[in-house]
C-alpha cells in the first residue's frame, strides 16, 4: 500500500510548494513513483461566468509541478474542489457540509499506488472547511502523514505549532520552519531548533527567507495595478524583489538606489530625473503615478536598456500598498524560482529524516 504525505501550513503562501518541489526532485531522482495534487483547488483556468468547471479540474500549481518533472496525466491527481467566492456561495446555499465522497476515492487510489502520495493542502489550518476538504479533514479521510511549512518570526510562532498539533496529533510527523533571516538561522538551529523538540515537535529543516522566492513578475504587477504598459511589453517576465519609492532628491536617489537590486521604482510621472537616475541601477520596472506622461528620451533609454515601464491611475501611496501586498503573495511558477527551490530544500531542509519517517528508501 502507497503513502501519502500531506503538506500544509498555518498560514498561506508559507512555503508550501516550495517544499513539495524539493521532495518531488528528490524523489524522482531516487526512481520512487510519485503521484501530486492539491485536494482542494485555489487556481485553476475556470471561467465563474460560464459556472463551468474544467473536468479534470488540475490546480495551475500541480500542472506546474507536472510541467516541471515531466509527470504523466496519471500522475497529477484532480482536485475536488475549487476554491473561490462563487463555489463558495454556492456550497453555502446548499448547507452541505460532508466531507467530499471523493476523498475516500482518493483514499482507494492511494491503497493501489506504490509509492508516495503527495499532497499540498490548503493554505491554512481552518480554509476548506466549508468544502470539507481542511487540513485536518483530509488527513483524516486519506491516513495520511503531516508535515507542516511555518513561517518563523520570533518564539511566539510556537502557539500556531502547538495548536496543529493538538488538531492533528500523531498525524504530524515534522515541520519545516521557513522564511527566517539569513543571518539567524545558525542561531535557531543551535537553540531554538532543540528546545521544540523537546516540546514534541519534530523540526526536518530550517530555511532562510528568499527575496528571489518572495518575488512577483513585472507582469503580475502589472495586472494587480491594472496598469499600461509603454514600453518593453516582452520583458515583464522580469522578477522584482524589492520596492524603491523615487521621492527624494535625485543625489540621495542614486545613493539608494546603487544598495538596492532587481528593483520596482515607484515615482511620479514628472519626476524624470529619478526615472533616469532608476534607469542606471538595477531596475526591473519604473511604476509612473500621477498626471502626465514620460518624455521620450526616457522612454528610448528604457527601450534600450529593455526596462519596462507602467503608467497607473492610483496614487502613489495605493500604488505602493499594491506592489508590497504582491511580494511573498505570488505561485511559484517560474523555472529560476523552481530552481532556487530544489537548492533552497536541499541545503536547509533534513529530507533523509523524513524519508525514513515514511518508511522510503531513497
Not at 3 to 22: N, Q, R, W, Y
Not at 78 to 94: C, F, Y
Not at 153 to 162: N, T
Not at 252 to 263: G, L, Q
Request: net charge negative; aromatic share 4%.
Amino acid at each position: 500500500m502507497g503513502t501519502t504525505l500531506l503538506i500544509g501550513s498555518c498560514e498561506p503562501f508559507s512555503g508550501k510548494s516550495a517544499l513539495v518541489l524539493g521532495i518531488a526532485r528528490h524523489l524522482i531522482a531516487a526512481n520512487q513513483p510519485i503521484r501530486f495534487g492539491k485536494p482542494l483547488a485555489t487556481s485553476s483556468e475556470w471561467d465563474p461566468a460560464t459556472s463551468t468547471m474544467p473536468s479534470p479540474l488540475i490546480d495551475d500549481d500541480v500542472r506546474f509541478v507536472g510541467e516541471t518533472f515531466g509527470l504523466t496525466d496519471e500522475q497529477l491527481i484532480p482536485s475536488m474542489h475549487l476554491i473561490a467566492q462563487e463555489t463558495a456561495d454556492n456550497r453555502l446555499e446548499k448547507g452541505d457540509l460532508d466531507t467530499c465522497k471523493g476523498l475516500q476515492d482518493l483514499r482507494r487510489q492511494s491503497e493501489g499506488h506504490k509509492g508516495l502520495t503527495l499532497l499540498e493542502a490548503a493554505g491554512s489550518l481552518h480554509e476548506g472547511l466549508l468544502f470539507g476538504l481542511s487540513l485536518c479533514q483530509v488527513a483524516n479521510a486519506l491516513d495520511a502523514r503531516v508535515v507542516l511549512v511555518h513561517l518563523w518570526h520570533d518564539s511566539r510562532s510556537v502557539d500556531a505549532l502547538l495548536a496543529a498539533r493538538s488538531q492533528l496529533g500523531d498525524r504530524l510527523i515534522g515541520i519545516v520552519l521557513n522564511a527566517v533571516t539569513p543571518d539567524e538561522v545558525t542561531e535557531l538551529e543551535r537553540s531554538v531548533v532543540p528546545a521544540l523538540e523537546a516540546l514534541g515537535l519534530v523540526i526536518f529543516g530550517v530555511m532562510p527567507r528568499s527575496p528571489l522566492l518572495r518575488s512577483v513578475t513585472v507582469g503580475e504587477l502589472a495586472r494587480r495595478l491594472e496598469a499600461r504598459t509603454i514600453c518593453s511589453g516582452d520583458r515583464l517576465e522580469l522578477l522584482v524583489e524589492t520596492l524603491c519609492i523615487g521621492a527624494m532628491n535625485v543625489n540621495s536617489a542614486m545613493e539608494f538606489f546603487r544598495r538596492r537590486r532587481n528593483m520596482a521604482v515607484v515615482t511620479g510621472a514628472d519626476r524624470t530625473d529619478i526615472q533616469l537616475a532608476a534607469l542606471e541601477a538595477s531596475t526591473q520596472c519604473l511604476i509612473l503615478t500621477g498626471a502626465g506622461e514620460p518624455i521620450p528620451q526616457l522612454i528610448n533609454r528604457a527601450e534600450e536598456l529593455e526596462v519596462p515601464i507602467l503608467k497607473v491611475d492610483h496614487d502613489t501611496l495605493s500604488t505602493v500598498e499594491v506592489v508590497e501586498q504582491a511580494f511573498g503573495h505570488v505561485r511559484l511558477h517560474e523555472a529560476v524560482k523552481a530552481t532556487y527551490a530544489f537548492r533552497l530544500v536541499e541545503e536547509h531542509c533534513h529530507l533523509d529524516r523524513l524519508f525514513d519517517c515514511l518508511d522510503l528508501s531513497c
